[in-house]
C-alpha cells in the first residue's frame, strides 16, 4: 500500500545536538512538506519541495535544514541552533497543482531533554 | 501573511446531533481550495472534506458538509448525526498558487454519549 512513512515516533535529543527526523514516501508525489504543531498553535509550515533537488523555507525555517536529493524522501534535521525544538512533527506529501490535499505521515515527537 | 482563523477553540456535542465549526480566512487569489482536516488522538491527519473556491455548490461527504460563503471568506464544517469517533481537533486550511497549505489553530470537538 503507498503512504507516507515517518521515523521514528518519539525521539529524545540532547541539547546542543542535531537530530534527523526521517520522510519517506511511495506515493510518487512530486512536494513534500514538513510541519511543526505546538499546543494552540496549529500546524506551522518548516519547509517545503516542490521537486528534487530543490526547497524552499516555510514561515518557521530558522534552526532547520532539509535536503531532496531523492522524490521519495525528505529528511528534516533540527539543529543546535532551534531554540524550542520540543514539538510534534508532520511530514505531508501532494501532487502538484492546488487541488491536491496533504498525505500525511503519522507524526514523530522529538523531546529535548 | 494570508491566515486562516478558527474562533472557537473548543465545541462540544451530544452524540447523534449536529455541530458546525467555524472558519474564516483571508486570501486576494481567485483560485484557491479549501479544506477540512481531522486530527484524533492518534495524532494522525486525515482529510475530512475539500472545496474549490470556482464551486458554488458546497461540498458534502456522508455526514459531513461545509458552508462556503466565498464572499465573506467564510468557510464552516456541519457535522450531522455526530458519533464518538468524531471527537477530535478539527483544522481549517487554505491552499493556494503557492501550492502550500496554510491552517488555522484548530478547534477540540468533544462528542457526549
Known amino acids: 500500500d503507498g503512504g507516507i512513512t515517518q521515523s521514528p515516533k518519539y525521539l529524545f535529543r540532547k541539547e546542543g545536538q542535531n537530530v534527523t527526523l526521517s520522510c519517506e514516501q511511495n506515493?510518487?508525489?512530486?512536494?513534500m512538506y514538513w510541519y511543526r504543531q505546538d499546543p494552540g498553535q496549529g500546524l506551522r509550515l518548516i519547509y517545503y519541495s516542490q521537486i528534487v533537488n530543490d526547497f524552499q523555507k516555510g514561515d518557521i525555517a530558522e534552526g532547520y535544514s532539509v535536503s531532496r536529493e531523492k522524490k521519495e524522501s525528505f529528511p528534516l534535521t533540527v539543529t543546535s541552533a532551534q531554540k524550542n525544538p520540543t514539538a510534534f512533527y508532520l511530514c505531508a506529501s501532494s501532487m502538484g497543482g492546488v487541488g491536491y490535499g496533504y498525505t500525511f505521515g503519522s507524526g514523530t515527537r522529538l523531546t529535548v531533554v | 501573511a494570508q491566515t486562516v482563523t478558527q474562533s472557537q477553540p473548543e465545541m462540544s456535542v451530544q452524540e447523534a446531533e449536529t455541530v458546525t465549526l467555524s472558519c474564516t480566512y483571508d486570501?486576494?487569489?481567485?483560485?484557491?481550495?479549501l479544506f477540512w482536516y481531522k486530527q484524533p488522538p492518534s495524532r494522525q491527519m486525515i482529510l475530512v472534506i475539500r472545496?474549490?473556491?470556482?464551486?458554488?455548490q458546497n461540498a458534502t461527504e456522508n455526514r459531513f458538509s461545509v458552508n462556503f460563503q466565498k464572499a465573506a471568506k467564510s468557510f464552516s464544517l456541519k457535522i450531522s448525526d455526530s458519533q464518538l469517533g468524531d471527537a477530535a481537533m478539527y483544522f481549517c486550511s487554505k491552499k493556494g498558487s503557492n501550492y502550500k497549505l496554510t491552517f488555522g489553530k484548530g478547534t477540540l470537538l468533544t462528542v457526549n454519549p
Open positions: 506515493l510518487n508525489h512530486d512536494a
Open positions: 472545496q474549490e473556491a470556482y464551486k458554488q
Open positions: 486570501t486576494s487569489e481567485s483560485d484557491y481550495y
